[in-house]
């Protein structure tokens, strides 16, 4: 009696067993919020066969499988232009890399050589086409004229810029 009431206790634990949802995890997700290799007070070399073409400076980064997280960072990329060298100087409290695009918030400076800074709180940088676009608010500097607005495309290559709710002074000479 006491066999068949354990085989009774059993069975009925395997179909309770069979028909109960087995929850499964997707360990792909998981490994993907994983950090790889995380670095401190770290500096991150790009090289070519002829020179260093961008380095980047960070308090921490953490590299997972399809992106890299930095904090506090500067990054120094330097392009030739009308054969001259010009370096573009890009910064921000949180910096995401996903391919060729960086992603920059909090306290956001980009600068090219002593003509253009910009100061914004989100930027979209695009390393392949030489772009940068925010749909925040921005102060900017060019040539030592103010410009202010929002929304702003910048393609760095042409000098083309496009912003919304603009404000725009011009230094001239006799200002003062």
Request: charged share 25%; glycine share 2%; aromatic share 16%.
């Amino acid at each position: 009696m006491a066999i068949k009431s354990f085989i009774f206790i059993f069975l009925f634990f395997a179909i309770i067993a069979y028909i109960s949802p087995i929850n499964t995890s997707n360990k792909q997700s998981t490994t993907d919020n994983i950090a790889l290799v995380t670095f401190y007070d770290s500096i991150m070399y790009t090289l070519d066969i002829k020179s260093i073409n961008r380095f980047i400076i960070s308090k921490k980064v953490e590299r997972y499988k399809t992106k890299d997280l930095m904090y506090n960072g500067i990054i120094t990329i330097q392009k030739k232009q009308n054969d001259k060298k010009v370096f573009d100087y890009l910064s921000g409290d949180f910096i995401e890399k996903k391919e060729n695009n960086f992603k920059f918030i909090k306290n956001v400076v980009l600068k090219r050589d002593d003509y253009i800074t910009l100061y914004t709180d989100e930027l979209l940088y695009n390393i392949k086409t030489n772009t940068a676009q925010n749909s925040t608010s921005f102060d900017a500097y060019y040539n030592n004229n103010y410009l202010k607005g929002t929304s702003l495309f910048l393609d760095l290559d042409s000098s083309y810029m496009r912003a919304n709710n603009t404000h725009f002074e011009i230094d001239y000479e006799g200002k003062k």
